[in-house]
Every structure is written in structure tokens, then in C-alpha cells.
């Protein structure tokens, strides 16, 4: 309970200072030409890819109980076709906050047809993300480069590991 009650405090704060679109838009670019300089294997997947849902910010906070919140676009054929929120809570030991960029790449046209007419899609529940690490050469792992469903979690310094993006909501915005 506690844990939505922080999560809840995090988008009515977030909200209050949305994003506009052209906001929003400005920053999806930026998250996508840092994500194409940090891993090529991931640049060719998103050329690939049937859509792709960028979350340039997400902000992730928390002192026992946390949350973190972000919003950004689905990007269909590179151009922006939504907008979304991502929304998660966790309890347990946890100090801080942490900015990040997320990117879930839809590699099949079913998969994004599923995202796309969910009314809140759940990642681990109506989708299981394949969260990409990167190997020797900075190769992407052939068994996660074959899912349907691929996500990225990066910063300004690199690929993050051991991130997950299991329990988090994915929302639809009106903007």
C-alpha cells in the first residue's frame, strides 16, 4: 500500500510539470541518438523493429519505499504515433535517485499490434521484455536478439545491468 501511495506522489509531482509534446519529442530524439552511439547491435535491431517506445527520463527515487515514473512516445516507421507513461513501485532497501533512458524495441508486428491495443500494459504480465546485455565486442546475446520484445536501459555512461523492467505499468497519455 505504501508503495503505491509513493508511486501515486511521484506522477501527481511528475504530472504537475508534464511534459509538452515537443518537449517530449526533443527528448525521445536525444535518448535515441545517445542509444545508437552506446551499442550498434542495438542501433540494428531498431532499424528492424515494428515500433519502438522510448523513455528518455525515467526517475527512479526512493528511501524504503520507492518509485520511479517517465514518459515518452511510441515510434512507429520513426514517426511519433503516442504518447505513454511508465510507472513502477518497490519496497525494501533502497537510498536515493537514479535518472535513466528506457527503450523497448516491438520486434514483431503482433507484439506492437498487443502493446497498442492494451489499456495498460504490464511488462512480465502482458509481455515479457528480454532485457539486452551486451557481450564481448559489445554483441547483443543471439537468444535476446531472437525475442519479440527487446528493452534497453541506458544512461549517459552506458548500458545499465541488472535493471529489470518486470512490474512496470505502461500507460497510454492523452497529450
Same mark, same amino acid.
Given at each position: 500500500?505504501?508503495?503505491? %501511495? *509513493?508511486?501515486?506522489? =511521484?506522477?501527481?509531482?511528475?504530472? +504537475?510539470? !508534464?511534459? /509538452?509534446?515537443?518537449?517530449?519529442?526533443?527528448?525521445?530524439?536525444?535518448?535515441?541518438?545517445?542509444?545508437?552511439?552506446?551499442?550498434?547491435?542495438?542501433?540494428?535491431?531498431?532499424?528492424?523493429?515494428?515500433?519502438?517506445?522510448?523513455?528518455?527520463?525515467?526517475?527512479?527515487?526512493?528511501?524504503?519505499?520507492?518509485?520511479?515514473?517517465?514518459?515518452?512516445?511510441?515510434?512507429?516507421?520513426?514517426?511519433?504515433?503516442?504518447?505513454?507513461? %511508465? *510507472?513502477?513501485?518497490? =519496497?525494501?532497501?533502497?537510498?536515493? +535517485?537514479? !535518472?535513466? /533512458?528506457?527503450?523497448?524495441?516491438?520486434?514483431?508486428?503482433?507484439?506492437?499490434?498487443?502493446?497498442?491495443?492494451?489499456?495498460?500494459?504490464?511488462?512480465?504480465?502482458?509481455?515479457?521484455?528480454?532485457?539486452?546485455?551486451?557481450?564481448?565486442?559489445?554483441?547483443?546475446?543471439?537468444?535476446?536478439?531472437?525475442?519479440?520484445?527487446?528493452?534497453?536501459?541506458?544512461?549517459?555512461?552506458?548500458?545499465?545491468?541488472?535493471?529489470?523492467?518486470?512490474?512496470?505499468?505502461?500507460?497510454?497519455?492523452?497529450?
Amino acid at each position: 500500500m505504501r508503495a503505491l %501511495i *509513493a508511486v501515486i506522489l =511521484i506522477a501527481i509531482a511528475t504530472t +504537475a510539470s !508534464a511534459a /509538452s509534446k515537443e518537449e517530449i519529442n526533443a527528448e525521445v530524439r536525444q535518448a535515441i541518438t545517445n542509444f545508437k552511439k552506446q551499442t550498434n547491435a542495438g542501433h540494428e535491431l531498431s532499424e528492424k523493429a515494428s515500433g519502438m517506445l522510448v523513455f528518455p527520463n525515467v526517475i527512479k527515487a526512493g528511501v524504503g519505499i520507492g518509485g520511479e515514473y517517465g514518459e515518452g512516445a511510441l515510434l512507429v516507421k520513426g514517426k511519433t504515433v503516442a504518447y505513454y507513461n %511508465i *510507472a513502477a513501485a518497490s =519496497i525494501g532497501l533502497q537510498l536515493g +535517485a537514479q !535518472a535513466r /533512458s528506457q527503450i523497448v524495441l516491438f520486434m514483431t508486428d503482433k507484439a506492437l499490434a498487443d502493446f497498442r491495443k492494451s489499456e495498460g500494459w504490464k511488462a512480465g504480465v502482458d509481455g515479457s521484455v528480454a532485457l539486452a546485455t551486451l557481450g564481448a565486442g559489445g554483441a547483443l546475446d543471439t537468444e535476446t536478439a531472437k525475442q519479440p520484445i527487446i528493452g534497453f536501459i541506458f544512461s549517459n555512461k552506458g548500458l545499465m545491468y541488472n535493471l529489470t523492467f518486470e512490474g512496470s505499468k505502461i500507460s497510454k497519455i492523452a497529450k
